[in-house]
């Protein structure tokens, strides 16, 4: 089975067809969608902003991100479940966007970008909690953060556009 033969499978689930074929289902789950990932961009720009000594500055690294990350971490778990839903409802369609792939490859990179932050840089945190600037390593970190969230952001936006 090909990636192409699954989409169209799961376009043909009950479910898929019930969010396609109704008036209210799709604009609800992609208003949640928009919702949710507005919270996680917007959260994950408050941290990245202070890694980059924009704003916060009293606040240290650790206490904003314990603050902020509970909130981006379960709205970033509503915004795929509720892009999943949108995305089974017309997976072939999907399949073919090439903003929708874009997306994916960002939200990929931007996931690598926090793995490699979190498993060097931030191993030290301790060391550099209030301290501006940040290590170098951490305002890169961050700099490619927004680049791949804004980006996502463009992308999404972009799938409803290309047929």
């Given at each position: 089975m090909t990636l192409l033969d699954l989409a169209r499978t799961v376009e043909n689930w009950p479910s898929s067809v019930a969010i396609a074929e109704s008036e209210w289902m799709f604009p609800t789950i992609e208003t949640v969608h928009v919702l949710a990932l507005t919270l996680v961009v917007g959260s994950i720009a408050m941290l990245d902003l202070r890694l980059l000594g924009v704003t916060t500055r009293k606040l240290g690294v650790m206490q904003l991100a314990d603050e902020v990350l509970p909130?981006?971490?379960?709205?970033f778990v509503v915004a795929l479940l509720s892009g999943s839903l949108m995305v089974t409802s017309a997976a072939t369609k999907y399949y073919n966007n090439i903003p929708f792939r874009?997306?994916?490859?960002?939200?990929?990179?931007?996931?690598?970008?926090?793995a490699i932050l979190h498993f060097t840089t931030w191993r030290a945190v301790h060391d550099w909690n209030y301290t501006l600037p940040t290590p170098r390593?951490?305002?890169i970190a961050a700099t490619l953060s927004l680049v791949f969230w804004i980006g996502v952001v463009f992308a999404g936006r972009w799938i409803g556009f290309v047929k």
């Open positions: 909130w981006t971490w379960g709205a874009m997306k994916l490859v960002l939200l990929a990179a931007a996931g690598v970008n926090m390593a951490a305002r």
